[in-house]
């Protein structure tokens, strides 16, 4: 080094080190938002037999199927109201199951249907609730992309919950 060469400062003798902890950050920036994004793997259907044993006459039922994350019970249900029979059995579905994994894992990432509620509501004003979660079932395979479920289940009107953030849990 002369006397007319300044030295060279810490910062450019240290460059390599500062793009390669940019790179890093921009690695793991990105690999963050490939994990929030969902993977999609398809969609499955779910159908559902109820017979409820003792309803009042005149009640109807409404479906809702999504995220167990999103569901509130202001919500209400996917469409129009669906009347019980005479016996007391109602047909709903098929609902559509919208499947999502997490990249990298073989988890479902929470975008994924996993909670199925139904409100039968009678004319007299009574309200009931039972819910069905899916997780299992797309688990163990019994339900998954392009697979399509029937579930059927006899219950008694007075077991039914009328607490909606507490429904009755079906299993």
Request: charged residues 20%.
């Amino acid at each position: 080094m002369t006397l007319t060469e300044a030295p060279r400062s810490i910062h450019y003798r240290r460059r390599w080190a500062y793009v390669l902890w940019c790179v890093l950050l921009l690695a793991a920036l990105g690999a963050l938002l490939a994990w929030r994004r969902p993977v999609p793997a398809g969609e499955g259907h779910v159908s559902f037999g109820l017979l409820i044993r003792n309803a009042p006459s005149g009640t109807q039922a409404d479906v809702w199927c999504g995220p167990a994350s999103k569901w509130r019970p202001a919500l209400g249900g996917r469409g129009p109201r669906v009347p019980l029979r005479a016996d007391g059995s109602v047909s709903l579905g098929p609902l559509p199951v919208h499947i999502a994994r997490r990249r990298w894992v073989k988890a479902y990432h929470p975008e994924t249907t996993d909670l199925v509620v139904v409100e039968l509501r009678s004319p007299g004003g009574a309200v009931r609730y039972l819910e069905y979660h899916l997780l299992t079932d797309l688990e163990t395979g019994l339900l998954g992309n392009r697979r399509k479920m029937t579930v059927r289940f006899d219950l008694p009107w007075e077991s039914l919950s009328a607490d909606p953030r507490a429904p009755y849990r079906l299993q």
